[in-house]
C-alpha cells in the first residue's frame, strides 16, 4: 500500500499532466474520437495524423479563431 504522501504526489502529477494536456489542447483529439463515437457511431474515426490535418486546414481558412498571429 501507498503512503499518504506518494498518493498525494500522485494525484498532483496526475492534476499537472491534466492541465498541461488542456492548455496545450492535446486533448482534443480524445475529445473528438468520443464525439464521434457517442453521437455518429457508423462514421469512421480518422487518424491523429488525419485529424490534426483537418483542424490545421479549418483553422487557417477562418481567421477569427486566432490561428495566426499576423
Not at 37 to 65: I, L, S, Y
Amino acid at each position: 500500500m501507498r503512503s499518504a504522501p506518494m498518493r498525494a504526489a500522485d494525484r498532483l502529477v496526475r492534476g499537472v499532466r491534466w492541465y498541461v494536456r488542456e492548455l496545450m489542447d492535446e486533448s482534443a483529439y480524445d475529445r473528438y474520437v468520443a464525439h464521434v463515437r457517442r453521437d455518429h457511431p457508423k462514421a469512421e474515426v480518422p487518424g491523429r495524423r488525419d485529424f490534426e490535418r483537418m483542424r490545421t486546414d479549418r483553422q487557417e481558412a477562418d481567421p477569427r479563431q486566432g490561428f495566426r498571429c499576423c
